[in-house]
Nanobody
């Protein structure tokens, strides 16, 4: 399994970025997909997660209303559109995959549930 994040960079506060994650080596449509981030000196935190069929998403309160997670199951791609970026959004952003449960949808922003991780892409927001 390989997850490759792209789209990171440096932006001024108030700006926007779009992150992409290309997944290979797994049946993409059977995985819930998420974005996590880790700021310098801080623990990793969940940012957003989307169900395998794109029907449901969940966000960290800190990014709700500013970030949007989407996926394209035909292209095996996960996206994170980030608007109105703040300095506290700075960090390394990781894409992660969790095998979707067969029962009711249950989305998680806790990294312990995730099976696969990308290498990360740096996002730096200057104020």
């Amino acid at each position: 399994v390989h997850l490759l994040e792209t789209g990171g960079g440096s932006v001024e506060a108030g700006g926007s970025l779009r992150l992409s994650c290309e997944a290979s080596g797994l049946t993409f449509t059977t995985y819930d997909m998420a974005w996590f981030r880790q700021a310098p000196g801080k623990e990793r935190e969940g940012v957003a997660v989307i169900s395998s069929g794109s029907s449901i998403s969940k966000y960290n309160e800190a990014v709700k209303g500013r970030f949007t997670v989407t996926r394209d199951n035909l292209k095996n791609q996960l996206y994170l559109r980030m608007n109105d970026l703040k300095s506290e959004d700075t960090g390394v952003y990781y894409c992660a995959a969790m095998k979707a449960p067969t029962g009711p949808i249950s989305l998680h922003l806790d990294g312990q549930y995730y099976n696969y991780w990308g290498q990360g892409t740096q996002v730096t927001v200057s104020s």
